[in-house]
């Protein structure tokens, strides 16, 4: 039962609490001056407190035994603690809040923060699988429902989205971006935070939203984690920044800063990215928190000679709360007296984090997020049934030579095979919350459950890919001489009519610390699928990865190709309803998957070099072993459907400031089946103050179309799409000729020009 909390006197050095009957007023001067009557009455030590994050490294329903453990729990208790990480469970949170608001002299409630990456028990699609869909409704939605799962926990802080740009799939992280372009990365980053906070933060249905990492993170140096970032400010401004300036500007509760350094500076003691850029030209009035540990990591860095001067860095820099750094707990008190470090600046951080704990409605009620009733209305299999949709539209088709898919009906014999094909876990993928181990349906079960009972399946593993534990923080040992099982593979092959081949990463191969030299099949896979190709050709190949793969071999010898990520607790029923026939394939990818690994990075929206192309000698950008561009383009997908473009046109072929012109483009389904397409719009700055991409995204329509329907698809173009980041280091767009493009992919395009005069 909730409490009536005791309204006390400003005389006796507290602050005055609301009941859970009151109501905040919304306006933003009422927060701002709750939140200085609260700052007014808090002494150093408590203040520095609020800026301090603690691991629940121990059960917080009983008591702290471990000495380190018993501090925390000191601390909590005099509430010098703003935070807590991976505390779960309503009893849990509650114990944690009582131990502060029961005990501390102000009374400052915890706000609880967890990984929630991709749903929280009920796993969606990882990020750049989900964004493979297109679709921000659905983005928007599976951010909703793990929102409502965490606080049923209460949980009301996530460290989601990470909107960091990647462009090189050997990064493990790879999996929990958006991929490689920052428009599309934008999108979803507005959908996340919409999807998570919902119209108001005080709704104890939502949670606060995280944008991470800022900045850089994702251009790590040789795909490498933690490595570092080198870019000149054109790169930073252009393509890192624009998703977290769009999620700046969604209201996003938080920021949380990255591991890497950026130019010779670790970002999170970056005083340019955090207080000129995010808290001064956006006038972003979140609060910053730090990765885990990254402000004490600023010391192997070199940055650093120890932990207070981390402390000292990072405060100055605009790191708001130390994420189990223990550098602000060591080092605040210390430079504030020693005249080091202004007090203001501790000021405008506990501000920070005041201001979003208030709008969260945790002074109303700090026990707001410990309703046991809301845990037992989670309405979780009407959440599976949203995950399988959102795992449908997720999935590419990238080859289907001769219609093998989608499976006919008088295939009455199939065999299903690989490491992956009946793997229950490898699914749910890396960040999984609280999914549960080993509970996602396989793709075996999926197929089991469409078909009828005059259709035989054979199953067969044919090698291991992982041997021993697996655990997010174990190396992973892949299988790479236990070929035991591939003669029966290759057996039930033989009598198939068709063969469904299921490979590709573990759930632990992509995620944080997870990158990777080589990204082709792991393990003993790739000889296992030429084996089975040697006695039957009519393969679908099912591919479960958190990351592009290089598929070269496949692609040049395999029919069917299914790019499926690791689509969550509805992951095999989802592949089966589109093997099957029963969801047409919608999906376009998010980024580019090579030819060769030698390739990454990769991305479509590069920049020319002064020799891009020779038909006449070799002196120009390019490998002599290969062929320039990807495998699969950013932007791809079939669909059991086709789908014409008629010419673009264009309203006019002159736009000056202050007004509009449209290009619209009919697009026809001339085949026999219903489908989707996302119809992209790409823009090219022909000439420019600085070198531009050879194309850029700047407009997408998901389409849907019955057979023999047609649509005219109508874009908006205006100054505002034209501008970027230019030599005279401002957004502006500059006078000149324009290249517009639109297609299915970033490859297949029709274009037209226009020209642009301020």
């Not at 020693?338 to 984090?353: H, P, S």
């Amino acid at each position: 039962m909730k409490k009536l909390f005791l309204i006390m006197s400003l005389s006796l050095g507290t602050v005055g609490l609301y009941s859970q009957n009151s109501k905040i007023p919304s306006s933003v001067k009422n927060v701002e001056a709750k939140v200085d009557s609260v700052l007014n009455l808090m002494t150093l030590e408590e203040k520095v407190g609020q800026m301090i994050q603690y691991n629940g490294s121990w059960d917080l329903t009983g008591p702290a035994s471990e000495t380190g453990n018993k501090q925390k729990e000191d601390r909590l208790k005099k509430g010098l603690v703003g935070s807590m990480l991976n505390v779960l469970s309503v009893e849990a949170t509650e114990k944690a809040q009582r131990l502060n608001m029961e005990n501390s002299r102000i009374k400052i409630p915890l706000i609880f923060g967890y990984d929630v990456i991709h749903g929280y028990k009920t796993i969606f699609p990882v990020p750049l699988g989900e964004t493979a869909s297109w679709d921000m409704e659905a983005a928007e939605e599976s951010a909703r429902i793990a929102a409502l799962e965490s606080v049923a926990e209460g949980v009301n802080w996530t460290f989601s989205p990470m909107i960091d740009i990647s462009r090189d799939a050997r990064w493990g992280r790879i999996m929990e971006g958006s991929g490689e372009d920052p428009y599309l990365t934008s999108r979803i980053a507005v959908a996340k935070v919409k999807g998570y906070q919902g119209d108001d933060l005080s709704d104890p249905r939502t949670i606060a939203a995280t944008a991470k990492h800022f900045a850089g993170y994702g251009l790590a140096e040789g795909g490498k984690d933690y490595n570092a970032v080198n870019i000149g400010k054109n790169e930073l401004h252009n393509v890192v920044l624009p998703p977290f300036k769009a999620a700046a500007d969604a209201g996003v509760a938080t920021f949380m800063n990255s591991f890497n350094t950026i130019d010779g500076i670790p970002a999170t003691g970056s005083a340019s990215l955090q207080r000129d850029i995010l808290k001064g030209a956006w006038d972003w009035t979140g609060f910053m928190v730090s990765d885990w540990g990254s402000i004490a990591e600023m010391i192997p860095h070199g940055f650093a000679t120890d932990k207070v001067h981390a402390a000292e860095i990072a405060v100055k820099a605009g790191s708001d709360m130390d994420m189990e750094g223990g550098a602000y707990e060591a080092g605040l008190e210390k430079l504030v007296a020693e005249g080091k470090v202004d007090e203001t600046l501790i000021d405008d951080a506990v501000r920070r984090i005041l201001r979003v704990k208030f709008k969260m409605g945790l002074f109303e009620d700090p026990y707001k997020y410990n309703d046991a009733e809301l845990l037992a209305s989670v309405p979780y299999e009407d959440h599976k049934a949203t995950a399988r949709d959102i795992a449908k539209k997720s999935i590419v088709l990238l080859k289907n030579e001769n219609d093998l898919l989608p499976i006919k009906s008088s295939v009455k014999k199939i065999a299903v095979i690989g490491p992956l094909a009946n793997d229950k876990d490898t699914p749910i993928g890396n960040w999984r919350a609280q999914g549960e181990a080993n509970s996602a349906v396989s793709v075996l079960e999926g197929l089991k459950n469409t078909v009828d009972t005059s259709t035989e399946i054979t199953y067969s593993k044919g090698v291991t890919l992982g041997q021993g534990e697996r655990s997010f923080l174990m190396p992973l040992n892949i299988n790479k001489d236990d070929r035991s099982g591939i003669s029966e593979a290759v057996e039930n092959a033989k009598s198939a009519e068709l063969v469904i081949m299921v490979l590709g990463e573990d759930a632990f191969q992509s995620g944080e610390g997870r990158s990777q030299a080589n990204i082709g099949l792991a393990g003993l896979q790739k000889e296992l699928l030429k084996e089975i190709y040697k006695v039957n050709k009519n393969i679908a190949l099912v591919l479960i990865n958190g990351r592009p793969m290089e598929i070269t071999w496949s692609a040049e010898n395999i029919p069917a190709i299914v790019e499926a990520w690791q689509l969550g607790s509805e992951s095999g029923n989802a592949i089966a309803d589109v093997l099957r026939g029963k969801y047409n394939p919608s999906g376009k990818l998010p980024v580019s998957f090579p030819r060769a690994v030698g390739q990454e990075p990769l991305y479509y929206n590069r920049k020319n070099t002064g020799r891009p192309s020779s038909a006449e000698h070799v002196t120009y950008s390019h490998y002599t072993d290969i062929t320039n561009g990807a495998l699969y383009p950013f932007g791809f997908g079939l669909s059991y459907t086709d789908f014409e473009y008629a010419k673009p046109v264009i309203s006019s072929n002159e736009l000056k400031t202050g007004e509009e012109i449209t290009l619209s483009v009919k697009l026809t389904n001339s085949g026999d089946t219903a489908g989707k397409e996302v119809v992209q719009l790409y823009l090219r700055d022909m000439v420019a103050s600085t070198t531009r991409p050879i194309k850029e995204l700047k407009g997408f329509e998901l389409v849907q179309l019955e057979p023999g329907e047609s649509k005219e698809v109508e874009f908006t173009i205006d100054e505002n799409m034209l501008k970027f980041y230019s030599a005279s280091e401002k957004w502006e767009a500059e006078n000149g000729e324009f290249e517009i493009m639109v297609g299915g992919n970033s490859e297949d395009v029709q274009s037209v020009n226009f020209n642009f005069s301020k």
